[in-house]
């Protein structure tokens, strides 16, 4: 290899480096998934922990599993149950956040296959930073909490 195809390869690693050891400060803890029978539609659960110091933000999520996957949020307002959308979600340093069932999580809609309990789904959560996270979520039954 001639010297500056190696200078140019060295210095494409060291520009990636920052946003490599930034995902990697976001630990991702116990992801799983339930979808309701007949449904196109999945949930997905995890606990996010930035070991980090410096805030993270999600800003979004991909899966190739799903035509469309987005960050939600349950709550209740006058008794009534309402989900919107999140645009981002951020995680301060040293803090954890929970995508729990009646909570943030996130959706799934026009599933490209039937999922089964026990199977994985993969989804990658999408940085602020340009990085991204890889995920792999167990598909757990419909009354799983």
Not at 35 to 63: C, H, I, M, Q, W
Not at 67 to 73: C, L, V
Request: proline share 5%; glycine share 6%.
């Amino acid at each position: 290899m001639k010297f500056s195809a190696a200078l140019a390869l060295l210095l494409s690693c060291l520009a990636w480096a920052p946003r490599i050891a930034a995902a990697e400060e976001l630990v991702v803890e116990n992801a799983w998934a339930r979808k309701a029978p007949g449904s196109d539609v999945a949930a997905v659960y995890f606990v996010l922990r930035n070991a980090g110091s410096e805030p993270r933000v999600v800003t979004g999520v991909e899966s190739p599993s799903a035509a469309h996957a987005m960050i939600h949020e349950t709550s209740v307002a006058d008794g009534q149950s309402r989900m919107r959308a999140r645009d981002s979600v951020s995680i301060a340093a040293g803090e954890t956040v929970a995508f729990e069932p009646g909570g943030l999580h996130v959706m799934l809609h026009g599933l490209r296959t039937e999922i089964q309990v026990g199977q994985h789904v993969p989804l990658s959560l999408l940085l602020a930073d340009g990085s991204r996270i890889e995920v792999s979520a167990i598909v757990r039954p419909l009354s799983a909490q």
